[in-house]
């Protein structure tokens, strides 16, 4: 036998492996947890799930389903179903919610008691929440939702004057600046928070009335607050966990929730594991006390037809509800559509780029069911200059932008150069707006049938003395930019025979030129904030309202729309965004402003050209229209019949809005993005909508449970060697 | 002994700290900021507010100061861009993966390597020896990302064996390794075999056969010397190597490791973060050289002090 | 199995076989193309006669070699071992008999003159017709397989075709010209990296060898200390920075750009009030970019990270040098110490320098792949073969492999670094005859 002395090498070669091998076992932390009920890939990882301080969708879809707010997303129609609000009233300006008892904050799935007692989400946790919006530490960047509420504005500017006092009193006597409440001296910070509640009792119009109703007074005509009231950073927030934790209280063993799911699980740059709340209100008994309730109406308004049909359809969160939710932190959409495929994620926002075209084409040959498509509302743009010495001149120089506008050939600029199947756009406001007519409000669509009124435009322009100028196009530094203003530069070439030279900036330097005006036309893009036309149309207002009637106005400067870069200066149109149509109820409930409004809208110099005369789709003008609709309003009774006749008119008022827009066009509309979402085909409770908000409450398999096995069946595959025709 | 131990620790220690007070001014010399990025940015109070938070607003030695402290105490501070996140539980969370990454890739190269170049040294000129070292070169031509890419198209859309993404269970962890430690397990190939061949060609193994002994014998008992002490001083460089062959994998597979946090951190400017992860990633390679250099002069008593060649 | 009294190792190294070229050859093809074959089931059936018929081509020839490798007919000219020869015609000699390192130096030849040419056409047509820049037909031979940025609108995504050799990407760029263009940099930061690497080291580790005593034990002691930092690393956080400086001094460059441009039409206000805007970080940031553009800074810090072996081998190799007999009469005459390092000492490191730099280009070459595929290495619109493979990876999916993007890029970086290390082990066994076997 060899002497074990000899083996000593091969000893020391195998006590090497193996202390590799325990290194490996001890430090493995694979999170094997077994497959979540349904998961989905959620992009970047959240930076924060604190709904005050939240800007992304990631963050965004988390919030959603961990926290709720007074109302909840329809998951098809994204109308407000009740949320912590079991139902709400509407006079006039003010709206009035109804809070429910059994909406309690949850911590580490048992309800939150506070002093022994149960802490259900009530009144003053709302107030807490926005007011937190507000103040001037907090850095929100959503607080402007909250402009729409009375003397919310005032509330901040107050509060800021406030704060900075502070400061000041605090450097004067040589003490560190405050960067939050809690770096105050308690004396101070009592001072600072009595006086900001004071205020706040004073003027905001976000009321308080007992623990369970809560009142809020708008100050204007603002049909979508309820959709804001959806939207996570309305969300309430809990007192308690906020100012025990500070920054920490959105840990898993901090946080504290009142949402349909709890945070699980938190796993950096993996995923998050949200879990059922046993305690949500959605019981079955709440359901069937609910049903009950409406099965004895007839003729039931929109909104509660809504909500029966979900009760009805979904069954309740507590019986029918998914257990497990995994959300995944992968940023690549290439390999979110991997995993898709592969069995492993159950939805994924949208099918990556490099593949949208073929497949997107392939679905409209052959609808695939686990793509859902539609125009999205995000808009791709070029701003147009309104300040340069070519359109001094301001009926040649609409009639060069209207030139301009024709002369591109998008169909063909998305089937060879952007390539995944985007909509071409003849107009700011996509077709998804509910209520809204939408339809493009230039050219013919194609080309060839546009063509000759360009060339006559650009007739016209010469004629009046002017000569063809030369333009540049301003871009930010990215290759699909760049690649769509070639195609544009060499449509405007060969079509009407105008030059234009490219130029591209960085980012930020693209964003100052932009911001001060320096650039011929500039691309850009527009997201909703939500769903109403208004997120278009106010970009392009500012508050000069009487120059057309009071000149001297022009001798004080006129402050433009934070985005109206094109600085477009239209009376009437102001006048019909930010008085008509946002004041909607004052105009029509008296007489003498409605002629007055009628008759200062007719008296825009194009009125007849770009508004009369203009017969649409559907046979009929936006002026004739508007006038039918308006004795309705008069016929309807009832505050909610009164609101939907008054919606409708201010949507009317809000399309000849659009319509003088796009006639003067101080931005060219180039197309609207697709939004391609994919989920499997056993999936109900969810519904393609333009936010793609899908809170997960709603969400069933239909056969009861996720459907087992990979997708490779269902996605066509494309030949490698296939060369793309365009 | 006591004392070359105590040294090589006290170099360590020093080492760390350069990396870290380099890192240190690098990151914080880099325009941009932590708070602010293309989608959103912070009026000017709120940018001021985080800033003394942060201690930003203070020179560069006090801001240091205070770093150093906190580091001293073990705490690595806390994220500026993950707010509520400490730059201990970011990394508790993700070392733990790169290190078992490491690991596996380690002990896989280690073990195929080392087989194969014992084999090919003892099969010198045969087929069997040639076809190895073929393979080997292409070991080291390619780069992982492209074993990777290979293994993804062959195993996970192919053979449906491996998954795709993440860091789950066992099988999660065998394509990544395997891509990480293929290069590694070709440069030890070749090292085991040029260092066995170097032994065998000695006049004593010779004799060792003249006595009779058996191959067995002859291989494990000198040859495997001779083998091990190329691929050990070559394990220092090679597991920094896998350290930072671990990020261009973890991106590939979506493992949420430490290099993955150190990389978005850098592009992110969130100062603490890269340097928690840069401390954390040189103590373990300057640990691991230490242990490296300890077995090596516990190996080869012919070796002393520091500078063994 | 031919019969031969010999154990293998003591056989003639199948390297300097006549016919082993071809065999190997063969084998990396039939590989190639089998797998090929089996990971994009598009092939034909011709595709898989021609695998089966390389098998077999590759086999037979092996055999032959097998067969013939103890024959002394089949060997290189013995009358070259007669004549006198110098040591580096000796060297030559043995170089000459490796076969797979001639082989692979002439393929890597042909690939760095191919991107060589690509760079060279791209800047120095528009000199030649006095343009600022290129404005050939989108149809030309230039367009479509030299100008590498060049977007073909409508040709995007395409497979390989006799149009685009070796397809587009997902702006219609031509990936054959992009590979060349990749390929040059990615080059060109080996050489100069190793430059860098081999002046830094050999500097050091020269010094400290001849030095010896103190100072050799302390400027090892720094290479050890320097040995346990993770460069690559240190290596990210300076691109980040330069990257920053970049994106900053090009924001300043803009604004100079309008400066002039509203001096040329007299609006001095304007100027002026430009010239405020215009921050003190941008000032700095543009000079430093002016002095160390970001590319030279990605040579220096990726030289950065091999210089530290090499200073390891030259001190060694200087440490036996210096008690050689040359020296001690170089001494003895009153050569001074520098004079001894450069007139004697380092002409005999050459041969190890060599080898070891040839091995470091691909170490660099390397490094630099895996620093630009996680983004942090070269930027747009610039490209290297690694930031070109991360591209391909976005290719891979299940419904449309875009396999191209990946291949051609990590082929060419795969051959290349393939090639240099056939090229380091035959330099290596040409230069260290001592070393054989190896």
């Known amino acids: ?726 | 002994m006591l004392v070359m131990v105590l040294k090589r620790l006290g170099g360590v220690i020093l080492t760390v700290w350069m990396v870290a007070t380099l890192s240190f001014f690098l990151i914080r010399l880099a325009p941009g900021n932590p708070f602010a990025n293309e989608l959103h940015s912070l009026s000017p109070e709120e940018d001021a507010a985080r800033r003394r938070e942060y201690h930003l607003d203070e020179s560069y030695s006090v801001q240091y100061g205070y770093w150093l402290w906190d580091l001293c105490r073990g705490d690595l501070g806390d994220s500026m861009k993950y707010r509520g996140k400490t730059v201990n539980a970011l990394i508790a969370q993700t070392f733990p993966t790169s290190l078992a990454l490491g690991s596996m890739a380690m002990l896989m190269a280690l073990v195929v390597g080392m087989t194969t170049g014992v084999l090919a040294a003892l099969r010198q000129n045969s087929p069997t020896d040639y076809a190895l070292m073929a393979v080997a070169v292409f070991g080291i031509s390619l780069p992982s990302f492209v074993f990777a890419m290979l293994g993804i198209v062959l195993f996970v859309f192919g053979a449906r064996l491996f998954p795709l993404a993440g860091w789950e269970s066992y099988r999660h962890v065998i394509l990544p390794a395997m891509a990480l430690s293929l290069p590694f397990a070709a440069k030890i190939s070749r090292l085991t075999r040029v260092g066995m061949l170097e032994v065998l060609g000695e006049d004593f193994i010779r004799t060792a056969y003249a006595k009779g002994l058996a191959e067995r014998h002859v291989v494990i008992k000198h040859a495997l010397r001779g083998a091990m002490l190329p691929v050990i001083s070559y394990l220092g460089p090679a597991f920094a190597l896998i350290l930072t062959g671990s990020l261009v994998i973890e991106k590939i597979f979506f493992l949420p490791g430490l290099g993955t946090i150190f990389v978005q951190a850098a592009t992110n400017r969130d100062y603490n973060v890269v340097l928690g992860t840069v401390v954390v990633f040189s103590t373990l390679l300057c640990f691991f050289n230490f242990l490296v250099d300890l077995s090596y002069s516990l190996l080869d008593p012919r070796v002393k002090g520091s500078t063994g060649e | 199995m031919s019969s031969s009294p010999f154990p293998a190792r003591f056989r003639r190294p199948w390297n300097e076989h006549p016919l082993s070229l071809p065999a190997n050859v063969l084998w990396v093809f039939t590989v190639l193309l089998a797998t090929g074959v089996g990971l994009l089931s598009d092939f034909s059936i011709l595709a898989w006669l021609a695998v089966v018929g390389m098998t077999i081509a590759a086999t037979g020839v092996t055999w032959v070699v097998r067969s013939t490798l103890d024959s002394p007919n089949v060997s290189s000219k013995p009358s070259d071992v007669m004549k006198g020869t110098s040591l580096w015609k000796d060297a030559l000699r043995r170089w000459r008999r490796h076969q797979m390192a001639t082989a692979s130096s002439v393929v890597l030849l042909t690939i760095a003159l191919a991107c060589a040419s690509q760079h060279a056409l791209i800047h120095l047509v528009p000199i030649a017709m006095n343009q600022r820049t290129i404005d050939f037909a989108p149809d030309s031979f230039f367009s479509l397989h030299i100008d590498h940025t060049r977007t073909h609108e409508g040709h995007t995504y395409q497979p390989p075709s006799s149009r685009h050799w070796f397809g587009t990407d997902s702006l219609g760029r031509d990936l054959f010209a992009r590979t060349l263009f990749g390929g040059g940099i990615s080059f060109l930061v080996g050489l100069v990296g190793t430059l860098v690497s081999v002046a830094i080291g050999v500097s050091w580790g020269a010094t400290a060898g001849y030095a010896g005593g103190r100072i050799d034990t302390w400027m090892m002691r720094a290479v050890d200390i320097l040995y346990g930092l993770p460069f690559l690393f240190l290596v990210i956080l300076i691109m980040t920075l330069v990257n920053g400086l970049g994106t900053i001094a090009s924001k300043a460059e803009q604004r100079y750009a309008e400066i002039e441009m509203n001096r040329a039409q007299g609006d001095l206000a304007q100027v002026a009030a430009l010239e405020e805007k215009i921050t003190a970080e941008e000032r700095t940031a543009l000079w430093m970019t002016r002095l160390f553009p970001p590319i030279v800074v990605v040579f220096i810090a990726i030289g950065l990270v091999s210089w530290l072996t090499m200073a390891r081998i030259t001190r060694g190799q200087v440490l036996s040098l210096r008690e050689r007999e040359f020296v001690t009469a170089a001494r003895a005459i009153g050569a001074g110490p520098l004079r001894i390092i450069f007139l004697h000492i380092v002409p005999n490191l050459l041969g190890p320098v060599i080898v070891y730099s040839t091995l470091t280009i691909p170490e660099i070459m390397l490094s630099e792949a895996f620093l630009s595929f996680i983004g942090l290495g070269i930027s747009e619109p610039s490209c290297s073969w690694g930031t070109l493979a991360s591209e391909g990876l976005a290719g891979i999916n299940v419904i449309k492999p875009r396999w191209w993007l990946m291949f051609y890029p990590a082929a060419a970086l795969s051959i290349s670094l393939f090639c240099l290390n056939f090229i380091g082990d035959g330099l290596r066994d040409a230069l260290d005859p001592k070393g054989d076997r190896r």
């Open chain 1, 1 to 726: 036998m060899i002497p074990k002395a000899m083996y000593r090498n091969l000893y020391i070669l195998i006590a090497g492996g193996a202390s590799l091998l325990a290194i490996f076992l001890l430090f493995f932390n694979g999170s094997a947890r077994g497959r979540a009920d349904f998961a989905w890939v959620n992009g970047t990882e959240p930076e924060t799930l604190d709904p005050c301080y939240m800007t992304g969708q990631p963050e965004g879809d988390i919030a959603t389903n961990i926290f709720e707010g007074l109302t909840t997303y329809h998951p098809e129609t994204l109308e407000p179903t009740p949320g912590v609000a079991s139902s709400w009233t509407q006079e006039g300006l003010i709206y009035t919610f109804q809070l429910r008892p059994d909406a309690w904050w949850v911590k580490g799935g048992q309800i939150l008691t506070v002093d022994g007692k149960p802490r259900h989400v009530n009144a003053h946790d709302f107030v807490y929440a926005w007011m937190r919006q507000c103040v001037p530490e907090s850095g929100s960047q959503y607080s402007f939702l909250l402009d729409y509420i009375v003397g919310v504005e005032e509330f901040k500017n107050e509060t800021k004057a406030n704060w900075n006092e502070l400061i000041a009193r605090r450097k004067s006597q040589n003490k560190t600046p405050p960067a939050k409440l809690a770096d105050l001296d308690s004396d101070e910070r009592k001072e600072v928070e009595a006086f900001r509640d004071r205020l706040w009792k004073e003027k905001v119009g976000v009321r308080p009335k007992g623990d369970l109703v809560l009142e809020v007074e708008l100050r204007s005509f603002v049909p979508y607050f309820l959709q804001v009231t959806n939207f996570y950073p309305l969300f309430p927030v809990p007192r308690e966990a906020v100012e025990a934790h500070d920054k920490e209280w959105i840990l898993p063993r901090n946080i504290v929730t009142n949402g349909p799911y709890t945070l699980k699980d938190w796993r950096f740059n993996a995923y998050i594991r949200l879990q059922k709340n046993a305690h949500y209100w959605e019981t079955e008994k709440h359901v069937a006390a609910r049903l009950q309730d409406l099965a004895h109406k007839t003729d039931l308004p929109r909104r509660l037809a809504l909500e029966k049909d979900l009760l009805t359809r979904l069954g309740s969160f507590e019986k029918h509800g998914l257990a497990t939710l995994d959300a995944l932190a992968i940023e690549s959409d290439d390999t979110a559509l991997n995993l898709y495929i592969n069995g492993d994620v159950d939805r994924i926002r949208r099918i990556p780029p490099q593949v949208a075209g073929e497949l997107l084409r392939a679905h409209r040959e052959k609808p695939i069911p686990h793509i859902h498509a539609a125009t999205s509302p995000s808009i791709y743009f070029y701003d147009v200059n309104l300040e340069l010495p070519i359109f001094k001149d301001k009926v040649a120089g609409r009639q060069l932008r209207q030139a301009l506008a024709l002369a591109i050939d998008r169909p063909r600029l998305i089937r060879e150069v952007s390539r995944a199947e985007q909509t071409p756009a003849y107009a700011m406001v996509p077709p998804s707006m509910r209520g809204y007519h939408a339809e493009p409000r230039f050219g013919t669509g194609t080309l060839k049938g546009d063509l000759q009124k360009a060339n006559d435009l650009i007739q016209a322009f010469q004629s009046a003395g002017n000569a063809k100028p030369q333009l540049r196009i301003l871009y930010n530094t990215l290759e699909a930019h760049k690649a769509i203003a070639a195609f544009i530069q060499d449509q405007w070439k060969t079509n009407i025979g105008i030059d234009a030279k490219l130029e591209n900036q960085e980012w930020q330097v693209y964003l100052d030129s932009r911001r001060t005006g320096k650039f011929d036309l500039a691309r850009a893009g527009w997201i909703p904030d939500y769903s109403d036309p208004n997120t278009y149309l106010e970009l392009y207002t500012s508050d000069d309202l009487t120059s057309d009637k009071d000149p001297s106005r022009l001798s004080k400067p006129i402050v433009f729309n934070q985005q109206n870069h094109s600085h477009y200066n239209n009376t009437h149109y102001n006048r019909l965004v930010i008085e008509y149509a946002a004041r909607v109820l004052d105009y029509l409930s008296d007489m003498n402003k409605r002629d007055a409004m009628l008759q200062d809208i007719s008296s825009w110099p194009d009125f007849k050209e770009a508004i009369a005369d203009r017969v649409r789709t559907n046979q009929k003008t936006s002026w004739n229209e508007l006038h039918e609709a308006i004795p309705l309003y008069d016929q309807a009774s009832g505050t909610e019949a009164k609101l939907e006749a008054a919606q409708r008119i201010r949507l009317f008022l809000l399309e000849i809005a659009e319509q003088m827009l796009m006639w003067d066009l101080p931005v060219i509309p180039i197309y609207h993005y697709t939004t391609s979402e994919v989920w499997p085909p056993e999936l109900d409770g969810i519904g393609l909508n333009e936010r793609e908000m899908h809170p997960a409450k709603f969400l069933r398999w239909k056969e009861g449970r996720r459907p087992a096995g990979t997708r490779y069946d269902a996605f066509p595959r494309f030949h490698s060697q296939t060369i793309d025709k365009p």
